[in-house]
């Protein structure tokens, strides 16, 4: 399990994470174009935009998310995920993005 140190570390960022925080981009906009093809709801389809338009604001949150949902993981188990399990993680995180970009409770 990770030390809220490590974790915070994560977020805060270093040259050991970036890529991390690169993948979970991608995976974000990934994630929205998909939502984009098949969401007619508002809030979701601004979420998705507001990705595609702020790549690093809203994909930030999204590596918060993923952090944190990880944080019975060991700081290496985080950071060595694959692409297919990153992809899923983010991907269940979206509801949870969405509602926090849209200031839903």
Do not use: C, H
């Amino acid at each position: 399990m990770a030390l809220y140190i490590e974790l915070y570390n994560l977020y805060a960022g270093s040259a050991d994470t970036d890529e991390l925080r690169n993948r979970v981009y991608a995976a974000t906009a990934i994630a929205s174009e998909s939502l984009l093809l098949i969401s007619t709801d508002a809030g979701e389809v601004a979420w998705a935009n507001a990705v595609l338009s702020s790549q690093a604001t809203e994909g930030g949150k999204m590596f918060q998310l993923i952090v944190s949902k990880n944080n019975g993981a060991t700081i290496e188990q985080i950071t060595s995920v694959d692409d297919a399990a990153l992809q899923a993680q983010v991907d269940s995180e979206v509801p949870s993005a969405v509602k926090a970009y849209n200031g839903v409770v």
